[in-house]
């Protein structure tokens, strides 16, 4: 991932000497050791694999069409989806993409979308691609999350926090510049107010953090200063949802619930409630056909 220039921007001569002689070795045992701790020892597969397929066999059922899961980076990889499908139908004439990014980032949406081209040039494939657009404000995608948090937020609370992954600020601006639908922070902010107004929480009841920052250089506020801020002020007890993921994944499970959680106990506060991704609830199944449609 870190290889990949949408991802980690520096000059081309670079991006190896610092992936693999400074950032790898630093950060692959570490990783390691959080895997360990969110790694679901029963279906022995990792959240996010587990969630993406079982969200796809929904769809499948529910579409009557072939579905496949592909990542950007590891296995099943774009080629494999690709032929998955055309395997189960060999009579396709069209392929409904869907980066599963609700909001628009060159390290993430864009990557997918330029990623999956490539691959699908590569080959003599009889079909042609139709890419659905960043889902920030559609209906069925906050309808969807507003049902995912209102279980908690239909109990007392004293702050929710809307977290999204932190980007350089480079990227931000450059995206800004284009306008509204390269604007990262504006769909933040976007899917923030369409989901509060559908569950009519107070905006002082809110706040929006950026987490997973690698530079100083980064979006903020970051998620654990935040969540100690808000311990010191005396608050006890905080919620936490990630919209800017569909799936639950190691920045979710390790980094929000695990260690935010932590910061949260060790600065005072006593009830920390982390609300899971959309995953492959029924709810989001319903939604993506939507989205897709």
Known sequence: MLSDPYVMTVPDWFRPILVNGFIVPFRQFGSTKHYELIWDKEIKDSPLLYQAKQLAEKLEAAAGMPVAVAMRYGQPDVTAGLDSLMAKNNRLHEVIVLPLFPQYAESSYKTVVDFVGRQFFK????????????????????????????????????????????????????????????????????????????????????????????????????????????????????????????ADNLETL??????????????????????????????WTDAVMKIIS
């Not at 959680?261 to 709810?283: A, H, K, M, R």
């Open 123 to 246: 080959r003599p494939y009889p079909f042609r691609l139709k890419f659905i657009e960043p889902y920030f404000r559609h209906p069925a995608y906050i309808r969807a999350l507003a049902q995912s948090i209102k279980p908690y937020t239909d109990q007392p609370f004293d702050k929710i926090i809307f977290s999204f992954h932190s980007l350089p600020l480079i990227h931000v601006e450059e995206g800004w510049k284009k306008g509204k639908e390269f604007d990262y922070v504006y769909q933040t902010k976007e899917t923030i107010r369409l989901v509060i107004n559908e569950l009519e929480i107070d905006t002082k009841k809110t706040r929006l953090t950026y987490h997973s920052a690698m530079g100083k250089d980064w979006l903020k506020p970051g998620l654990d200063e935040t969540a100690k801020e808000l311990a010191e002020e005396g608050l006890k007890k905080i919620l936490v949802v990630a919209p800017g993921f569909a």
């Open 254 to 283: 390790y980094d929000i619930k695990i260690k935010t959680q932590e910061t949260f106990l060790q600065y005072g506060g006593t009830d920390f409630s982390y609300i899971p991704c959309l995953n492959s609830e029924d709810y």
